[in-house]
């Protein structure tokens, strides 16, 4: 019998218990809060991290302008950096916001779960404001 393919969520998921325990609810609590900002917010495990991205239709454009790409996370040494392809196009927050790497990305760090709680109004407003930046 064919083993049954993982779903996108189911490969987040797994892909968070191979975490440390130290970072683990950080990153299960980052995950649902921007799951839960729009249903047009998709996930998938992307450059060995979870990632998230536009989900609905959008105007043609070429896949290297990560036009999709919401946020990839970045896990290295139990840290939380997250990385928004397209963030300069953001202009709400742009204290939450660090980089000004001339290819758009622009990056927001997490020390843990508490830091989290703290930015996560900010958050919310920056990732609404790139949803309505998206050329659908």
Same mark, same amino acid.
């Given at each position: 019998m064919a083993k049954a393919k993982l779903t996108d969520s189911e490969l987040v998921t797994q892909h968070i218990q191979t975490l440390s325990p130290s970072i683990q609810p950080a +990153?299960?609590?980052l995950r649902r809060f921007i799951l839960s900002i729009d249903k047009e917010i998709g996930e998938h495990v992307k450059w060995n991290s979870p990632a998230f991205y536009y989900a609905g239709d959008m105007k043609?454009?070429?896949a290297k302008e990560y036009?999709?790409?919401l946020l990839v996370m970045n896990l290295r040494k139990n840290k939380i950096m997250c990385v928004l392809p397209t963030g300069a196009t953001?202009? +709400?927050n742009k204290d939450l916001l660090e980089g000004d790497y001339t290819d758009g990305r622009r990056m927001i760090h997490f020390k843990n779960l508490e830091d989290i709680r703290a930015k996560?109004?900010?958050l919310k407003a920056t990732?609404?404001?790139w949803l309505t930046l998206v050329e659908k």
């Open positions: +990153v299960e609590y043609v454009f070429d036009k999709r790409d953001i202009k +709400v996560e109004k900010k990732i609404t404001e």
